[in-house]
RNA sequence: CGGGGCGUGGCUCAGCCUGGUAGAGCGCACGGUUCGGGACCGUGAGGUCGGAGGUUCGAAUCCUCUCGCCCCGACCA
């Protein structure tokens, strides 16, 4: 393509809007432009970008047996009231009525219009496996779109389903589609992870989420250092070197703390009670099936809690911090002086059911201190065991970096911040139950087809790529997505010798199986030069003064070196570097 | 949905507090000088100040309502 008459609309200042450098990136660069909150316009520049990311999915998924299909993006409402999901999703789907006044909605995903097919289709068991895909646009109302690709309202996606006659089928489907996601994020230039995740409302037995390490992501995950130990912070555990207590007296002691309200201070002088050796009590009111009441979240004193964890461990559909005066009609003192010990006696005193769940991180202390539930007065000599009616022991502790691996003996973890791009699932029978998708078996039986779903979102790929690959200059496309391949700037348009040279030169490089951009601009060459770092092609050849010599310049983007090359070897030392991987 | 911020030429912003009829830089058009890391000079085009209502002789500016966008939180297969 020739710049002059190619639609590339830099930005020299970053938009007021974009926070995330990716999103400023993509805007600069000219990739796309916003139309709506999370709804954006692909650019020919970010069109050439998202075809070759899907080109990538297209081949990973053949490569593992995938047929690919191109379904409907509206889809009556009929189908999704069979599976349940019309009622169990909310505000996030995206809900019409035809003229007729009949309910349909835009998809979100597609289990439902594939399981629709299968249904209608797979009759045997002879017919399985199956492994169908699409690369197609979704739609999600998200409460909160954001982070310019990041989080949308519509997104292409790739989405695959396989259907296999039982669940060892299933556990192999399940492992090519993984060992394809490997793939497909290596060849994309995207750093990941693998964790374990839950399946959430998607339903099934197991899941997989791929994440990219990038400060602009959602999620924290905990990785070890040795082993592939891998967790989303809401699921990580850790192994913590144990605590020998020593003997405390035969029964709990009241001291008087005045002015004491944090770990911190018990812990200074004249106290001296480290944190390690202190409980923190921490009051919540959870909705438990519906209801709202009273948790004690118990904890090491210099742990933090992980709501999430706390959520999950007592089934809470929400958990929030209580209110000072909820704490104090609770427990009869202030955050600061609060304790377990005779909490269930207090609250009771009150009327209220109060319900203790202990984090494992106090299994078996002895002889700790903790709020006497009376301001200004600690207890010291607890022991948990005999001191404390705990209800519940669960993994409430939020894991930070550089603690033990929980699964290999010589790692530690390491704590970063992460962005979903990809997330696998053994859907088993959920839809193809609701649904009556069923085959027959070699003896003759009909069975519910095992199904699993396999997402990966287009703009998250290109998303995390611009965030593992960019420098202050600009984006530094990697070689596999990269819209074109190598960019010619001819330094001076007007210049005869130069244009010419420059014309040639694109025209050989074309010819050669490379996707050039001429920059044929009447610009000044420093305009050319900043453009060209902006919208991150690979490789630039500076066609310039030293052509004299029959000599252009080779600027590797990366590197941010270049170098001189003769004319007559500049194709085939580009084609080599540009189709190279990565 | 809760909290915060912002809507003024294509872009980045000033002006608003203290009402007097709209500005700068970049970009764009034309002319000239430049020409290897976002040149310079001159001339010029371009704005219902998000929208509606109100106060006032007069509203970008004050008041009310409303719409949109961004950020934090909640939420998020």
């Given at each position: 393509?020739?710049?002059?008459?190619?639609?590339?609309p830099t930005l020299r200042e970053d938009p007021a809007d974009a926070e995330v450098i990716s999103h400023k990136l993509l805007l600069r660069a000219g990739v796309v432009r916003q139309l709506s909150a999370g709804i954006y316009s692909y650019l020919?520049?970010g069109?050439?970008?998202?075809?070759?990311?899907?080109?990538?999915?297209?081949?990973?998924?053949?490569?593992?047996?995938?047929?690919?299909?191109?379904?409907?993006?509206?889809?009556?409402?009929?189908?999704?009231?069979?599976?349940?999901?019309?009622?169990?999703?909310?505000?996030?789907?995206?809900?019409?009525?035809?003229?007729?006044?009949?309910?349909?909605?835009?998809?979100?995903?597609?289990?439902?219009?594939?399981?629709?097919?299968?249904?209608?289709?797979?009759?045997?068991?002879?017919?399985?496996?199956?492994?169908?895909?699409?690369?197609?646009?979704?739609?999600?109302?998200e409460p909160r779109p954001k982070s310019g690709l990041m989080r949308l309202r519509t997104f292409?996606?790739?989405?695959?389903?396989?259907?296999?006659?039982?669940?060892?089928?299933?556990?192999?489907?399940?492992?090519?589609?993984?060992?394809?996601?490997?793939?497909?994020?290596?060849?994309?230039?995207?750093?990941?992870?693998?964790?374990?995740?839950?399946?959430?409302?998607?339903?099934?037995?197991?899941?997989?989420?791929?994440?990219?390490?990038?400060?602009a992501?959602e999620?924290?995950?905990?990785?070890?250092?040795?082993?592939?130990?891998?967790?989303?912070?809401?699921?990580?555990?850790?192994?913590?070197?144990?605590?020998?207590?020593?003997?405390?007296?035969?029964?709990?002691?009241?001291?008087?703390?005045?002015?004491?309200?944090?770990?911190?201070?018990?812990?200074?002088?004249?106290?001296?009670?480290?944190?390690?050796?202190?409980?923190?009590?921490?009051?919540?009111?959870?909705?438990?099936?519906?209801?709202?009441?009273?948790?004690?979240?118990?904890?090491?004193?210099?742990?933090?809690?992980?709501?999430?964890?706390?959520?999950?461990?007592?089934?809470?559909?929400?958990?929030?911090?209580?209110?000072?005066?909820?704490?104090?009609?609770?427990?009869?003192?202030?955050?600061?002086?609060?304790?377990?010990?005779?909490?269930?006696?207090?609250?009771?005193?009150?009327?209220?059911?109060?319900?203790?769940?202990?984090?494992?991180?106090?299994?078996?202390?002895?002889?700790?201190?903790?709020?006497?539930?009376?301001?200004?007065?600690?207890?010291?000599?607890?022991?948990?065991?005999?001191?404390?009616?705990?209800?519940?022991?669960?993994?409430?502790?939020?894991?930070?970096?550089?603690?033990?691996?929980?699964?290999?003996?010589?790692?530690?973890?390491?704590?970063?911040?992460?962005?979903?791009?990809?997330?696998?699932?053994?859907?088993?029978?959920?839809?193809?139950?609701?649904?009556?998708?069923?085959?027959?078996?070699?003896?003759?039986?009909?069975?519910?087809?095992?199904?699993?779903?396999?997402?990966?979102?287009?703009e998250?790929?290109i998303t995390?790529?611009i965030e593992?690959?960019h420098?202050?200059?600009g984006i530094?496309?990697?070689?596999?997505?990269?819209?074109?391949?190598?960019?010619?700037?001819?330094?001076?348009?007007?210049?005869?010798?130069?244009?010419?040279?420059?014309?040639?030169?694109?025209?050989?490089?074309?010819?050669?199986?490379?996707?050039?951009?001429?920059?044929?601009?009447?610009?000044?060459?420093?305009?050319?030069?900043?453009?060209?770092?902006l919208?991150?092609?690979?490789?630039?050849?500076?066609?310039?003064?030293?052509?004299?010599?029959?000599?252009?310049?080779?600027?590797?983007?990366?590197?941010?070196?270049?170098?001189?090359?003769?004319?007559?070897?500049?194709?085939?030392?580009?084609?080599?570097?540009?189709?190279?991987?990565?």
């Open positions: 393509m020739r710049w002059s008459q190619y639609f590339i020919p520049l069109q050439r970008i998202a075809l070759k990311v899907m080109q990538i999915l297209r081949e990973e998924m053949n490569a593992v047996g995938g047929q690919e299909f191109y379904l409907p993006a509206l889809h009556p409402a009929e189908i999704w009231q069979e599976s349940g999901r019309w009622s169990a999703i909310g505000d996030e789907m995206f809900r019409l009525k035809d003229r007729k006044g009949m309910d349909m909605c835009l998809g979100m995903t597609h289990e439902e219009v594939f399981t629709a097919i299968a249904r209608n289709e797979l009759r045997s068991y002879k017919q399985l496996p199956q492994v169908w895909y699409q690369i197609q646009i979704k739609f999600r109302d292409i996606m790739k989405d695959a389903y396989t259907f296999d006659v039982d669940w060892e089928g299933l556990d192999k489907s399940f492992i090519d589609q993984r060992e394809a996601y490997k793939k497909i994020f290596a060849r994309c230039g995207v750093q990941f992870s693998i964790v374990e995740a839950s399946s959430g409302s998607m339903g099934g037995s197991e899941s997989n989420e791929f994440v990219a390490r990038t400060d992501g999620d924290f995950i905990a990785t070890c250092t040795s082993c592939d130990y891998a967790a989303n912070l809401e699921k990580a555990t850790s192994r913590l070197p144990k605590i020998e207590d020593e003997t405390g007296p035969d029964a709990p002691e009241e001291f008087p703390t005045p002015g004491v309200r944090t770990i911190e201070d018990l812990a200074r002088a004249p106290y001296l009670v480290a944190a390690n050796q202190q409980i923190k009590t921490l009051v919540y009111v959870a909705t438990i099936e519906g209801e709202s009441r009273p948790v004690l979240a118990l904890l090491r004193g210099d742990h933090p809690l992980h709501e999430v964890k706390f959520a999950d461990a007592i089934g809470a559909t929400a958990v929030r911090p209580a209110h000072p005066e909820e704490i104090r009609d609770l427990l009869g003192a202030s955050a600061g002086s609060l304790g377990a010990v005779n909490a269930k006696e207090n609250a009771r005193a009150t009327k209220q059911q109060l319900i203790i769940v202990a984090d494992q991180g106090l299994k078996d202390r002895r002889n700790m201190t903790t709020g006497a539930n009376k301001d200004d007065h600690h207890i010291r000599g607890v022991n948990l065991e005999r001191d404390i009616e705990v209800d519940q022991w669960a993994d409430l502790r939020t894991v930070e970096s550089g603690e033990a691996c929980p699964r290999c003996d010589s790692g530690t973890l390491e704590v970063f911040k992460a962005m979903e791009i990809g997330h696998i699932f053994k859907l088993g029978t959920k839809y193809s139950d609701s649904m009556g998708a069923h085959v027959l078996t070699a003896d003759g039986k009909s069975v519910p087809i095992v199904m699993g779903s396999y997402g990966i979102g287009v998250r790929i995390a790529a593992q690959n420098d202050a200059d530094i496309w990697p070689k596999s997505i990269t819209p074109f391949d190598v960019i010619v700037t001819i330094t001076n348009i007007k210049d005869e010798k130069l244009r010419e040279a420059g014309e040639k030169l694109y025209q050989d490089l074309q010819r050669a199986g490379l996707e050039v951009l001429l920059d044929d601009r009447d610009e000044r060459a420093g305009v050319k030069f900043k453009d060209a770092d919208i991150g092609i690979p490789y630039r050849i500076t066609v310039g003064k030293k052509i004299a010599d029959e000599t252009v310049e080779l600027f590797d983007r990366r590197a941010k070196q270049s170098e001189d090359v003769k004319l007559v070897d500049i194709v085939k030392r580009v084609q080599t570097l540009a189709l190279s991987q990565p």
